[in-house]
């Protein structure tokens, strides 16, 4: 938001909700106001339109009348406006007029957490302010504007001036960021390359915004992170160890470890602005042995909210697989598993209507249980291990050690020999273990 319109919006404020066109989403829209601390007093729609003012000249004027009725300061629109049809529309309800983009830009810099993220904020902030940065009246300053100097040239007003410089401090700190956020890409990937070093398998956490995948990420691996019912509560991915579950009495065998990421969540009319906060998320999706597809069982909108995130995530493959094209180490094809969250939420009829829908979906409530997608996801890491049995000799126990955690142990038996296992291992890990392996 510009300088003018920040102060306060944080707080009460009272706002109309205004939606043009098809599809319009009014519901999620105010869920966004409210996150942000608005209250939502009224909602106005139109089914087209209007280049001019958003919407027509009718709807704007039964606008400026719900505003005064209802008392609201701010009017929020379901889509980006420009600045032109932005200033018709304030002038027309009397009120602060705040579009879809720059209210989510508003709830990113709220939530940002670390370093990384409050640059991403502030880089969208910036390129949304850019096309908008208005110098003064541009009617006053063609007053006495004239022509004059030596030459009789046309001479630029100070307005004109103040528009240029603020537009170039404004294009430098976007390069400043932008050599920032792409160190910041560097370290994720050195990051990322000692993860795949370790033969840790990964677990992505992906889904539509307000979904539960804090909530499942803290079910995993009792993380304390913040699970709060608003939209975009997590911004920065957050990767945690899950260690490996005991199989039985734990005397047998044992599950792997794994690495799970939690995600920033996708929404619809993702701003493009916005582009650069999701890097991270599409990386850690793209570059995951596993992906969880968070989804919300309660909600209205579940199969497009679904559609969303599957749309995205392969517009990321994709542009990844691009960029990628001629290296060894590109973007895979890594099992999907589904995951219906919120189920307490769900009535038993529409319980039944979602397992007729989405049967292979893992659903579950990750506030008391997420045991059945703790096992879905060692099933996914186990279809793509190679299979072994190995004997390793007493004297060599360090490498019978070292599968706890690396492997999948169905079986363990101490014999005279040495250890005999029944194991599943990665196969970038296999080789080391080829010497013990039982013929």
Known sequence: MTENREEGVGLEARAVLVGAGEPRHMEELGRLATTLGMEVVGVLEQGRRDNAGYVGRGKREELRDLVGELGAGFVVTDDELTASQARVLERAAGAVVVDRTELIIRIFEVHAGDAASSLEVELADLQYRLPRVKGRNPELSRLGGGRGGAGGGARRGSGEQQLEYDRRVIRGRIDTINRKLEREKTGREVRGARLREANTPTVALVGYTNAGKTTILNALSGAGRSTKDRLFETLETTTRLVEGAAVGNGAQGAHPDFVVTDTVGFIRKLPTQLVHSFASTLEAANQADVKVLCADASSLELEDEIATVGRTLSEGASEGASEGAGEEDGPTQAPTILCLNKMDLVSEERSGELERLYPEA??????????????????????????????????????????????????????????????????????????????
């Open 362 to 439: 893992v659903r579950i409530s990750a506030v008391s249980d997420a045991v059945p997608l703790l096992d879905a996801i060692y099933e996914a890491i186990a279809g793509d291990r190679e299979r072994m049995q190995v004997l390793i000799p007493h004297d060599d126990y360090g490498a019978a050690s070292r599968l706890y955690g690396l492997a999948d142990i169905h079986s363990r038996q101490t014999t005279e020999e040495g250890v005999f296992m029944d194991i599943s291992l990665p196969h970038a890990a296999s080789a080391k273990y080829a010497p013990y392996k039982v013929p």
